[in-house]
């Protein structure tokens, strides 16, 4: 008959993931006429525990490229844009979030997918990005264990009464001399 035991062991108590749209300004210092390209870097960000959710601040740098005075000249914006986005990730039963190890993964990088010229040389952009989240606690594994042992092999040499009675008969005992 089986016993059971436990192991306590660390796996994924936690996993979600969230698709995010957001809208940005930043104000041109020239008179925009046209943008030329929009370019999202350096993402980073880090998770944490608030409460019973999960909370992510990151950051990218996000370069706008425009041209003004009517098309004749272009510059280069570059600005750090930050966030905190909060999760609401379900936790498998009977799990403890205390403790836990948060891993946080972009699933998709932040892209720009529409960028616009606005009155008083405003220039709006719309960020696109997914991260996911994986909750890392201790749990509980339950294993069967079996009470009995199992029978050893017996192991059974080669070697029989004939053969050990015709080494007896072949070697001398005075082989040294």
Request: charged residues 35%; glycine residues 6%.
């Amino acid at each position: 008959m089986a016993s059971y035991k436990e192991i306590v062991t660390k796996a994924i108590i936690g996993k979600g993931k969230k698709h995010f749209k957001n809208s940005y300004k930043v104000k041109a210092d020239n008179k925009p006429t046209t943008v030329l390209g929009c370019w999202v870097i350096n993402h980073k960000f880090k998770g944490y525990k608030s409460g019973d959710k999960i909370g992510v601040d990151g950051s990218f740098d996000i370069n706008i490229w425009y041209s003004y005075d009517n098309d004749s000249k272009t510059t280069v914006i570059n600005k750090k844009i930050e966030y905190n986005d909060l999760f609401n990730v379900k936790l498998r039963e009977n799990a403890d979030l205390s403790g836990s190890d948060i891993i946080v993964r972009s699933l998709k990088q932040p892209t720009c997918f529409s960028v616009n010229v606005e009155d008083d040389d405003m220039i709006s952009f719309n960020i696109e990005k997914e991260l996911g989240v994986e909750i890392v606690g201790e749990t509980k594994v339950k294993i069967a264990v079996e009470d009995d042992e199992e029978p050893w092999d017996e192991i059974v040499d080669d070697v029989d009464e004939d053969t050990l009675k015709e080494i007896d008969e072949k070697v001398s005992e005075d082989y040294l001399k």
